[in-house]
């Protein structure tokens, strides 16, 4: 396992700049909001943090200290990367400047969002059906901004390897600086597991850094995915939600103490209430709680003692409560629980 970790921590140049580490935060939307990101940061051991999905028509005039989504924190800005969703090349070009202006490490072109509310905007991985737009997108980003351009994307909407390899030379040909690649179709959300031989064709096709995404849950998916796709780094998500102290362990060696779980839950209620109203503090802890709850035996009893709950501090009594005894853990997430 220390052969994983140390090709985690090795250095990767990403357009003009560089990054530590290779495990990354995947984009996710609702769950990786700028109070989990600070709670991941307490842990460390992460690459790159990757903001929710922000929309580029809204994001020139957002105030970022009302916005649901375009909010950071200034400590955090350096290493983060704001994800944009848009099929204007202008206005996602206009949006790329303002992010630039504020201090992100890059911007995240999204092609894989498959929620019904993106693709009907002909957005997310609606343009993967429509590959010249995409391209130009990327252009117009590419030529409007000088920090690295990302681009996340998905197999396409036929589970086709060699379309998937075509998308990323166009992308990388747009201008795209690194690429995070799902293998999966964009109409399958998660019902088939991602097909990780398909990073590998991607990244035999380009030059560009190559990053994998999907079902990396733990040390040895995370090997087996670096093994067969032999890509560049690997963006993690649902495990991330679940065990915040996940990229520490990986990358640095952490052991978590017996009490790791109440003392997170516990935290995450206070970064919460610290960033958001309660209402919608509320509905982030138990959008939160789901995939925390999936490392118990009897996780979805346990959820429902901890969000049986109307304000934060219920949630605090219930949080003492529910770990004031041991609780038994699994060696992987329950998959039931990761669905959402």
């Not at 939307?29 to 943090?49: C, D, Q």
């Not at 998660?190 to 995404?213: D, H, L, M, Q, T």
């Not at 901890?306 to 699994?330: S, W």
Request: proline residues 5%.
């Amino acid at each position: 396992m220390t052969e994983i970790s140390d090709f985690l921590r090795q250095p990767l140049t990403i357009g003009k700049r560089r990054i530590d580490n290779r495990l990354l935060l995947a984009p996710m939307s609702g769950l990786g909001h700028v109070a989990f990101r600070e709670l991941l940061s307490a842990f460390g051991g992460y690459g790159l943090m990757f903001s929710e999905m922000c929309s580029a028509r809204a994001v020139p005039r957002e105030n970022r200290y009302h916005s649901r989504v375009f909010r950071w924190r200034d400590q955090e800005v350096t290493e983060l990367v704001c994800q944009l969703f848009g099929s204007d090349p202008d206005v996602m070009a206009r949006a790329a400047v303002r992010v630039e202006e504020e201090g992100f490490f890059g911007v995240d072109i999204n092609l894989g969002c498959s929620a019904a509310a993106i693709c009907k905007q002909n957005s997310g991985a609606a343009l993967l059906k429509d590959p010249p737009l995409a391209a130009k997108i990327i252009a117009a980003v590419r030529k409007a901004v000088s920090f690295p351009v990302f681009v996340k994307f998905r197999t396409g909407w036929k589970d086709d390897p060699e379309r998937a390899a075509d998308f990323a030379m166009r992308f990388e040909d747009a201008g795209a600086d690194a690429l995070t690649f799902h293998p999966r179709v964009a109409p399958d959300r998660r019902s088939r597991p991602p097909k990780w031989e398909y990073i590998g064709r991607v990244k035999e096709c380009v030059a560009i850094p190559v990053f994998g995404n999907g079902n990396v849950f733990d040390r040895n998916d995370c090997g087996n995915m670096i093994k067969i796709s032999r890509c560049d780094g690997i963006a993690i998500g649902r495990i991330a939600i679940s065990k915040p102290w996940v990229f520490s362990m990986w990358t640095a060696g952490f052991t978590p103490g017996s009490d790791i779980y109440k003392t997170t839950a516990l935290k995450m209620v206070d970064l919460l209430e610290a960033h958001y109203e309660p209402v919608r503090a509320l509905k982030y802890f138990k959008k939160f709680a789901v995939y925390f709850t999936a490392n118990f035996r009897f996780g979805h009893s346990i959820y429902s003692r901890l969000c049986m709950a109307g304000d934060m501090q219920t949630v605090r009594e219930n949080i003492r409560n529910v770990f004031n005894t041991p609780l038994e853990t699994t060696t992987r997430p329950n998959m039931n629980m990761f669905v959402s």
